[in-house]
């Protein structure tokens, strides 16, 4: 908007700008963004140990890192348009940022330093935003790629290599959405999706691929039938997500108009139900994200867990699953209705953050949440035992080829107190300073093997 001949004001991706000599041939701007935040994300990640801490990827506005809370200052850490970006919950030092398609930089230095992965890793594939997950156990990257291809980056922590892997069953599809399984090790699913509508329109696919980090086997794959667009175009997967302490529960959603947007399989992904029934229980709109909340979570009802959707108007949860009968509510206090690309948990003390397309990124804390011993599965052979007394906690373990372990303790409300990566071997933790009561272990290892035990400190 003109203000006179040579004073603009203009409202982009960034926010809002303003030039007072616009009739040069190199006129200034200046942001007018005091307290106003319109900084549009795709995606984020959060620190496994520092609650401050989370890189999100934005559009024209780099991949941005912060470290305090509040509206405060970031710091860009790689430039142009940011992707989805990663840090290892099992090495907080390995950080992964994205720029466009299959483009990707790594710090080694806890963000300290980002560095290029290079042209012989960095393909230039995928999509403009390309779908990834990190297995942070493994230290490998899943991308998308070209179609009828999925990408895998693996030795992030050494010498990464790049290795592109074609799928049959994909037919034209590309892949939209990646997920690592938490209750299988290496094992990823797949969405596929029409990326190119002028050379074929096929029915969205899921995949579920075993040995992921080797020569992959297609375990499953299913189509979803969900509908088309208002132009006649499918469905497109936007998200995946596996419930960790049920892996025969799978969520889909998809983020087009016009389509069943949110699809749930309780059988390992063999069939599917949709939970959106056209629209009736949830507007007719984009769903760009969803995730099964933590056992024991409050969400819009009284019942614990659920589902989180990120949605083209904020927020929605349900409390009770019941197919096409479920019952969505708005979940958007502190919230507007913005787009919403990106909801994680972060487990060590029980928030969401959640990534919107122009208004930032949000965290709000979850209540409720179970984190004691009944949900989780516990490998056998992994840990043989461990015993406390008001000294130190000790950690015997078991016989398998295990390499490292993640060893996470929380008192009795959920508090993380202890979280460090350790070789697979016997150990003594000092808990001298730790007041008397209840506490619970949690430890996975390097290929998701899991122990989850309570103790008591006398």
Known sequence: MFLNSSTLLIGNDGGIYLSRNFGVSNPTFVSKNNGFNATQFYGCDYHPTDEDYFLAGAQDNNTQQFTSPGMNSTT???????????????????????????????????????????????????QFINPTDLDDAQSILYCGNDTTHYYRISNLAGTPVGTSLRITNMGTRGV?????????????????????????NLVPMVLKITNANGTPTVGLARTISAGTDPSGVQGYISSIDVDASNGSNILVTLSNFGVQSVWESTDGGTSWNSLDNN???????PVFCGIFAPPGAQLSGTNGGGIILGTA??????????????????????????????????????????????????????????????????TKDFIKYISADANQLLVVKGDLNTVKMQ??????????????VHPYQNLTIPISTWSKGTYIIKMQGNNRENYVRQFVKR
């Not at 080694?108 to 992965?117: E, P």
């Not at 990646?178 to 050379?199: F, H, M, R």
């Not at 060893?407 to 460090?420: E, H, M, S, T, W």
Request: glycine share 12%.
């Open 176 to 200: 939209t959405a990646v997920k690592i399984d938490p209750t299988a090790a290496n094992t990823i699913w797949l969405g596929c999706s029409i990326v190119d509508e002028t050379t074929s």
């Open 76 to 126: 860009p850490v790689v430039g142009g348009d940011g992707g989805i970006p990663h840090v290892s919950q099992t090495d907080g030092q390995l950080q992964i940022a994205a720029t466009l398609n299959n483009n990707y930089y790594r710090s080694l230095d806890g963000g300290g330093t980002f560095s290029s992965l290079g042209g012989a890793v960095n393909n230039d594939k995928g």
């Open 279 to 285: 629209g009736v229980n949830l507007p007719d709109m």
């Open 407 to 420: 060893v996470r303790i929380y008192d009795a409300a959920g508090k993380l107190l202890y979280n460090q």
């Open 313 to 378: 108007l904020g927020v929605w949860t349900a409390s009770t699953i019941s197919g096409n009968t479920t019952q969505w509510i708005a979940n958007n206090n502190g919230l507007a209705n913005v787009p919403v690309y990106m909801i994680k948990y972060r487990p060590a003390n029980t928030s969401l953050l959640v990534a919107t397309h122009g208004r930032g990124l949000f965290t709000a804390a979850l209540t409720g949440v179970v984190t004691g011993v009944s949900n989780n599965v516990i």
